[in-house]
C-alpha cells in the first residue's frame, strides 16, 4: 500500500475541503398555521399535510390535564 512521501501543507488539505459545505435545508410555509415546515412533512405545530388533519397535536394545556387525570386514575 502506498504511502505519502511527504507532508500536505495545512492550505493544501484546506483548499481540497473547500466543497464540503452544509447546505441549509429548504422550509415552506404551512398553508394551515403560516409556520415553517419542511417539504412534504406533516407539520410539526398544525399537525396538517395536503390540507387535512393527519396527527393531532396536543397543546401544553390538553397535556397537563390529561396528565392529571391519568393521575387521579392510578389513585
Same mark, same amino acid.
Given at each position: 500500500?502506498? %504511502? +505519502?512521501?511527504?507532508?500536505?501543507?495545512?492550505?493544501?488539505?484546506?483548499?481540497? @475541503?473547500?466543497?464540503? #459545505? &452544509?447546505?441549509?435545508?429548504?422550509?415552506?410555509?404551512?398553508?394551515?398555521?403560516?409556520?415553517?415546515? %419542511? +417539504?412534504?412533512?406533516?407539520?410539526?405545530?398544525?399537525?396538517?399535510?395536503?390540507? @387535512?388533519?393527519?396527527? #393531532? &397535536?396536543?397543546?401544553?394545556?390538553?397535556?397537563?390535564?390529561?396528565?392529571?387525570?391519568?393521575?387521579?386514575?392510578?389513585?
Amino acid at each position: 500500500m502506498a %504511502l +505519502p512521501k511527504r507532508r500536505h501543507s495545512i492550505t493544501r488539505g484546506r483548499r481540497r @475541503r473547500t466543497h464540503w #459545505k &452544509i447546505n441549509a435545508t429548504q422550509t415552506v410555509v404551512c398553508p394551515q398555521c403560516k409556520q415553517s415546515k %419542511l +417539504p412534504h412533512h406533516i407539520c410539526q405545530f398544525c399537525g396538517y399535510y395536503n390540507g @387535512r388533519e393527519v396527527i #393531532k &397535536i396536543e397543546t401544553i394545556d390538553e397535556r397537563k390535564r390529561r396528565r392529571e387525570k391519568k393521575g387521579k386514575e392510578n389513585q
